[in-house]
């Protein structure tokens, strides 16, 4: 077993209903065709936030039960890229690498930003009516990670040329991943269990050696997606340097698999 507890797809309505609207997305991208840019893949970030904080409001059963079964897993993720794509593609006839209004990159991230600011606006409110929102710890994962990803990225972009070509997208997936693996170390120190298979194998390992201040048992962990966020943003930075659209487009995806559950985890740590 590989996939995360509380991995499942929803009822078939719901199912048929997220397939139509990822259908249309897909059609409206390949007739749009926008153009890939470092900056239109950061300009999904918000996006990203507004997904995970979803799925965490969805964790603590503060979701309307006729919206549920689209924010549980992997269902949201589907769902934001439904939403995203459709406003990605209605923004591919303005410019593609700048981010003055009117732009892709601009538009994208004004929209997406407006979501997420709605959504993880809810989020600390429904936190607070619950009995208050711990966010010392979370804060201090989120600072702690720009911080070591960021060096990290100074580091591999003044020894790899590959790596510089990853662009600020390469910097994304750093983060993305960097937060996820301490968040998740944060997590194991609160009492929140790890879903994902693979990821406790590595925690054990690390807590039979030794177990560390705010990252417990789970610093071997972080040190692996820390190393294995580096190495991908080297090797795709090369592809990147060749064909930027594509390379650009992978590497948005693999910021996206870090960057959602990192959010995801400090905000259930901040409401639960």
Do not use: C
Request: no cysteine; glycine share 12%; hydrophobic share 55%.
């Amino acid at each position: 077993m590989v996939l995360p507890s509380g991995f499942a797809l929803p009822p078939l309505p719901y199912l048929l209903a997220l397939g139509l609207a990822v259908g249309v997305a897909g059609a409206a991208l390949y007739q749009a065709r926008p153009t890939v840019t470092a900056r239109a893949m950061m300009a999904f970030t918000p996006w990203i936030v507004g997904g995970a904080t979803l799925y965490a409001l969805y964790q603590v059963d503060a979701v309307p039960a006729t919206v549920r079964p689209l924010v549980g897993a992997p269902a949201v993720y589907l769902a934001t890229f439904a939403v995203a794509g459709v406003v990605w593609a209605a923004s591919a006839l303005f410019p593609a690498d700048e981010w003055d209004l009117p732009s892709a990159p601009g538009l994208l991230l004004l929209a997406g930003t407006l979501t997420a600011g709605g959504i993880v606006g809810s989020a600390l409110r429904i936190g607070t009516e619950r009995g208050g929102l711990l966010l010392g710890p979370p804060a201090a994962a989120l600072v702690g990670s720009l911080v070591v990803a960021t060096a990290v990225w100074l580091v591999a972009n003044l020894n790899s040329e590959r790596a510089a070509a990853a662009s600020s997208v390469g910097w994304l997936v750093l983060v993305g991943h960097t937060l996820d693996g301490i968040s998740t170390g944060l997590g194991t120190t609160l009492g929140f269990g790890e879903q994902t298979p693979l990821s406790r194998v590595l925690i054990r390992a690390g807590g039979a050696v030794v177990e560390l201040p705010f990252l417990g048992a789970a610093w071997l962990f972080v040190l692996v997606k820390i190393a294995l966020a580096t190495a991908i943003v080297v090797y795709i930075g090369e592809y990147a340097a060749e064909d930027p659209e594509q390379g650009y487009l992978l590497l948005g995806g693999v910021a996206a698999v870090g960057l959602g559950p990192g959010v995801h985890n400090l905000v259930l740590f901040a409401i639960a």
